[in-house]
Structure formats: C-alpha cells, structure tokens
C-alpha cells in the first residue's frame, strides 16, 4: 500500500511554469510505474506522463516537449516539471502508483492556466 500527496497547483499565465511534487509514504524504487494523470470536468481521466522503476519516460502527445517527469527514490517523490503552459492545461492533475497491479491514485491538485 502507498499514500500519495501532491502538491505544486495553482494558477499561472500562459507561457508559465510549475513543478508539481507527489510524496509517497514509503520507497518508491521498486515500484513499477510512477504517473501524473489530468482530468478536466466532465472528461475522463487521462495520463500525462510516466516514469517506470527503471527510468523509461512516457508523454501524452499533448505534453510531449513542454512537461518532464522525475521521479527521486531518496526523497520518495515524483515531480512534474510544466513548462509553456496552454489554457488547456487546466485540469486537476492525480499522482498515481502501480503497485502489483494495483493502482493508488493521490487526491489531486488543481492547475488553472489563464490567457
């Protein structure tokens, strides 16, 4: 089992920068895949980004070039580097964990990106 927390959201300019943070509640070195999900109102929940145990990255065609995933296993954290944020990067962004298949979700954290 793992908790997730993130942090990181708030409101930004387009154009503008975040870094979103999930702290697990214990290692994350040997856990199999590491992702930020986003959901807007109404959509279903997508992912973002993905970074396997072994460092392998995934990006949804969307956020390919601007955001960058990171995972620190000493720190048990994963990060979310978003870079030139559109308007249609607004959405609630959800750390997830794949843990023996099973996956923990984190309770999400807002990001609202204004023109």
């Known amino acids: 089992q793992v908790r997730l927390v993130e942090s990181g959201g708030g409101l930004v300019q387009t154009g503008g920068s975040l870094r979103l943070s999930c702290a697990a509640s214990?290692?994350?070195?040997?856990?199999?895949?590491m992702g930020w999900y986003r959901q807007g109102p109404g959509n279903q929940r997508e992912l973002a980004a993905q970074?396997?145990?072994?460092?392998?990255?995934y990006y949804a065609d969307s956020v390919k070039g601007r955001f960058t995933i990171s995972r620190d296993n000493a720190k048990n954290t994963v990060y979310l580097q978003m870079n030139s944020l559109k308007p249609e990067d607004t959405d609630v962004y959800f750390c997830?964990?794949?843990?023996?298949?099973?996956?923990?979700w984190g309770q999400g954290t807002r990001v609202t990106v204004f023109s």
């Open positions: 214990r290692s994350i070195f040997n856990i199999d895949f």
């Open positions: 997830s964990a794949l843990v023996r298949g099973r996956r923990y």
């Open positions: 970074v396997s145990s072994g460092g392998s990255t």
